[in-house]
């Protein structure tokens, strides 16, 4: 190891002690620093390290952890990063609190959760054994620009690993899917046609025309947004068998999801602990890559089954008298998963929309016409109180005014401490859903109330 | 008495929460008793355009502009012409605005041959304009202010038979250069605030449905309705902008 690298491991252990000290500053800035120092820090930590990296739009956190699940029940030697370190300096970070000061990684294994947009410069230094897309959906257009735009970054991340890996890939979106010509192991994840009945068809489809030869694609079935078994009639590119499948779901309840599996030709029948079609996905994508890193299919059946998220994703907090469930959205395809699942909720409920516009939130708060608040409508007897609150609070009130609900039934609260202790006396289940920013700020006062998980950065 | 509201290519100009201008105009029709109907016009549908009292065009992806231009040098241009001649009300934001312009050339000098309907051309600029911004329109269109959010790598050039839509207070507008937002011409009113624009800017929703009801009825008469969580929202709007100008 050069002079330089023993340099930038010590700049940053000492700026992420004094940062721990002063209770300021995140993962990002230590790695930052160490990154300036010597630029290939990352690429010399990461050596010997076997990695699963997990990429995509939506739900790389909740599949990082069940996948990271599986590693603690198994008794394996790894570490993992946090879904607000996700970046080459974040990432960097947490590899150099894992090593020695001379580099060597005190981890057999690591998870590492990657922004889409990052991994064209993470993946040439990490080098992961696996990595997995979990689906690819319009989202912070201000940030990334279009959706087709990530996917061509994450082709081009991939395509820099000249070694062969095993890329695991989600089957049912035609664009992830696309990635199947790189020169990597693929394997795919999905659900299969006959699992679940099959949704309609959104005109605001995120990929409507053929990735190959833009002709308009014939659905067998839709799952939810464009995940479903697509079909070009002109060119003839279509979703792949699955390898890790979900053939069949027959149970789903506000608290989670029986599914039947097939993997690797074997049926398993396994517990999803966590409710929602997106969460199904997230299952199947941690099964995939936990039996492509080895540890066993039965692994990652016991680690999805036992698994609770927390942090925002579907997590449970003992406010009010019922309770609340905190539900981060943060595009469209991911927010009319949560208004879906709120149809299946039983009980009457409060619920709380929380609007950031933040950098990390993306600055354009279009997308929220995207979604289908007129969902809301029908669940009138059931929903009986919408809150807004955030930093753009009048946008969301005016969206659910105009998706149809009542304004006498919208309030503005924007201090969260008082929401908060309002929602103490509360009789009836609280449903929070924020954006992520807002979501930080909203899990803070819980915690103070409620007790729960410190923030863990 | 019913509206009747073309949305042009909701398949692929779709990129930016456009559906809630649809649903705006639909809904202040709704609160006041007058009815309302939507006709979807995606690619490859070969009604006519005539009979619509308005038509909306979104904003959308680079990834399926060719699958677009075809479709339009179908016939749907010499439509679009007939009908802004004609006198339809049009809102086209964006992508949208910049089709019924004469061309758009890319960064690299590729040229795309427009609608033509409005004498306008943009060109394409490395740097995207992007962020929230507010601009005035002139008096004679009632001299409120607009909220919205750009996000465009295309410079908007207006000839001289278009006026601007506004003055930019905040942001960029057509090009980041000359303080134009917009493009008007007869009923058409192009721009670049896309996403939900008419929702918090409930006076220019109302300009549009006055225009429209009056060409239909020969009386463009509305009445009043509550706006308060409207004009919060385009208010709170205004003072960030006017705060982070200052």
Known sequence: MSFRAFVAICLCKLLRGLSRVLRRGGTAMPGRWALKVCPELLSILARGVKTVAITGTNGKTTTARMIEQAFTEQGKSYFANRSGANLISGITTEFVMNSTLLGKCRKEYAVIECDEAAAVKVFPQLRPQVVVVTNLFRDQLDRYGEVTHTLENIRTALTSLREPITVCLNADCSLTASLRELHHEIRFFGIDRGAVPSGERSELSDASHCIRCKTEYEYDYITYGHLGGYRCPACGYRRPDADYAVTDIPAQTAEGSSIVLRARGKRYLAEVNLPAMYNVYNAIGAVAAVTEMGLGTEAAISAVASFKCGFGRMENFALGRVGAKLMLVKNPAGCNQVLDFLQNVKEKFVLVVCLNDRAADGTDVSWIWDAGFEKLCALSGRLEKVIVSGDRAPDMAVRIKYAGVDPRFVEIERDYEKLVTALESEDRLVCMIPTYTAMLELRETLIRHCGGDEFWV | ?????????????????????????????????????????????????????????????????????????????????????????????????????????????????????????????????????????????????????????????????????????????????????????????GTYSHGPLLPKNPAFADLLLRRALERKTGSGELSPLDDTLELMAHDEMCARLERSGK
């Not at chain 2, 355009?49 to 339009?72: C, M, P, S, T």
């Open chain 2, 1 to 189: 008495m019913e509206l009747k509201i073309c949305h042009l290519y909701p398949d692929v100009l779709n990129l930016y929460g456009d559906g809630g201008n649809i649903r705006c105009l639909t809904q202040r029709l709704h609160w006041r008793g007058i009815g309302a109907s939507v006709t979807k016009m995606p690619i490859g549908a070969r009604e006519s355009l005539a009979g619509f009292d308005l038509v909306f065009i979104g904003g959308g992806q680079d990834f399926e502009q060719q699958v677009l231009l075809d479709d339009l040098h179908r016939g749907r241009d010499r439509e679009l012409v007939a009908a802004i001649e004609d006198g339809v009300c049009v809102l086209a934001i964006c992508g949208g605005y910049q089709m019924l312009g004469a061309y758009y050339e890319t960064h690299e000098g590729e040229r795309c041959d427009f609608v033509g309907a409005l004498d306008l051309c943009t060109v394409g600029a490395k740097k995207r304009m992007i962020g929230n911004y507010m601009f005035r329109v002139p008096e004679e269109l009632g001299g409120f202010t607009v909220v919205g959010f750009e996000n465009h790598s295309g410079k908007t050039r207006l000839g001289s038979g278009v006026e601007p839509l506004g003055r930019v207070l905040a942001g960029f507008g057509n090009n980041g250069e000359d303080g134009t937002e917009g493009a008007r011409y007869k009923n058409v009113f």
